[in-house]
């Protein structure tokens, strides 16, 4: 069986405190994008995972997916898989593509071996890999809280707007990002500005990660400068980096965008 896990971006984030445990606390919302993985299982004698296209750091059979079967093999009889994994979302861009590898394989498991998961089951097997993997089992936009693992419905549809993303030949490291980030609530939620229209976002809808960031790869600025620059109605880099979206009114070409960096349109 095969699936074709989406990215997303992050359209604001506020680190708002440090938690006891380590994590910290966030708000954000997620929205599924156009760019996309595939995943496949195929019955195997034992089970493996092969990863095609784009390199990720470690051990094929102890990544996201792997670890996810081996979840569900805890809880249920199922035979073993051979995993294909054909990366095409980029890795370290704050994209989630290794979070929506893993929560993809579980629905097909799911569904291949008529499993009888509920959407909730799922999504609890998906928090234990990270804190953005349960998004992607219903992978509709949500306003994202606590450590960003916890939902509430968000009707929000930019399907009107050209959504261009560009992803630097820069790798940010998660960990790195949350260590430099200064945990701050904001003056005024997230929840509440996001149903502003997209042409009131500039300022007000913000990431946290970026100050930071941008003053370890000041190129990742000149992105948003550059896309602003281009004329879009709003740009912001998603997640802890290292890629910048943007909305524009009408449909654009960037080529000099295109010379050092992956340039996605209409995502």
């Given at each position: 069986?095969?699936?074709?896990?989406n990215?997303?971006?992050?359209?604001?984030?506020?680190?708002?405190?440090?938690?006891?445990?380590?994590?910290?606390?966030?708000?954000?919302?997620?929205?599924?994008?156009?760019?996309?993985?595939?995943?496949?299982i195929?019955?195997?004698?034992?089970t493996?995972?092969?990863?095609?296209?784009t390199n990720?750091?470690?051990?094929?059979n102890?990544n996201?997916?792997?670890?996810a079967?081996?979840?569900?093999?805890?809880?249920?009889?199922?035979?073993?898989?051979?995993?294909?994994?054909?990366k095409?979302?980029?890795v370290?861009?704050?994209?989630?593509?290794?979070?929506?590898?893993?929560?993809?394989?579980?629905?097909l498991?799911?569904?291949k071996?008529?499993?009888?998961?509920?959407?909730?089951?799922?999504?609890?097997?998906?928090?234990?890999?990270?804190?953005?993997c349960?998004f992607?089992?219903?992978?509709?936009p949500?306003?994202a809280?606590n450590?960003?693992?916890?939902?509430?419905?968000?009707?929000?549809?930019?399907s009107?707007?050209?959504?261009?993303l560009?992803?630097?030949?820069?790798?940010?490291?998660?960990?790195?990002?949350?260590?430099?980030?200064?945990?701050?609530?904001?003056l005024?939620?997230?929840?509440?500005?996001?149903?502003?229209?997209?042409?009131?976002?500039?300022n007000?809808?913000?990431?946290?990660?970026?100050?930071?960031?941008?003053?370890?790869?000041?190129q990742?600025?000149?992105?948003?400068?550059?896309?602003?620059?281009?004329?879009?109605?709003?740009?912001l880099?998603?997640?802890?980096?290292s890629?910048v979206?943007?909305?524009?009114?009408?449909p654009?070409?960037?080529?000099?965008?295109?010379?050092?960096?992956?340039?996605?349109?209409?995502?």
């Amino acid at each position: 069986m095969l699936s074709f896990p989406n990215a997303k971006i992050n359209l604001g984030l506020n680190i708002t405190e440090k938690r006891s445990d380590g994590y910290h606390n966030l708000e954000t919302v997620f929205y599924p994008i156009n760019i996309k993985d595939a995943v496949e299982i195929t019955d195997a004698e034992q089970t493996s995972c092969k990863i095609y296209g784009t390199n990720i750091p470690g051990d094929a059979n102890d990544n996201l997916c792997m670890r996810a079967y081996n979840q569900i093999k805890q809880d249920f009889d199922i035979p073993a898989q051979q995993i294909s994994l054909l990366k095409n979302i980029p890795v370290g861009a704050g994209l989630g593509g290794g979070s929506a590898d893993c929560a993809f394989l579980i629905k097909l498991l799911n569904e291949k071996f008529r499993l009888g998961m509920s959407v909730t089951t799922m999504q609890n097997y998906a928090r234990r890999l990270g804190a953005d993997c349960a998004f992607f089992i219903e992978n509709k936009p949500v306003y994202a809280f606590n450590k960003g693992d916890e939902f509430e419905k968000c009707e929000i549809d930019l399907s009107g707007w050209f959504k261009v993303l560009v992803k630097p030949p820069v790798h940010v490291s998660t960990a790195d990002a949350y260590a430099l980030v200064k945990p701050q609530k904001p003056l005024q939620s997230l929840k509440e500005i996001i149903h502003l229209s997209p042409t009131t976002w500039k300022n007000k809808v913000i990431n946290d990660f970026e100050a930071s960031v941008f003053a370890k790869y000041p190129q990742i600025h000149q992105i948003k400068t550059s896309l602003y620059d281009a004329g879009a109605t709003f740009a912001l880099m998603s997640g802890s980096g290292s890629s910048v979206f943007a909305l524009f009114n009408d449909p654009v070409k960037l080529p000099e965008l295109e010379k050092d960096n992956l340039v996605y349109y209409n995502v």
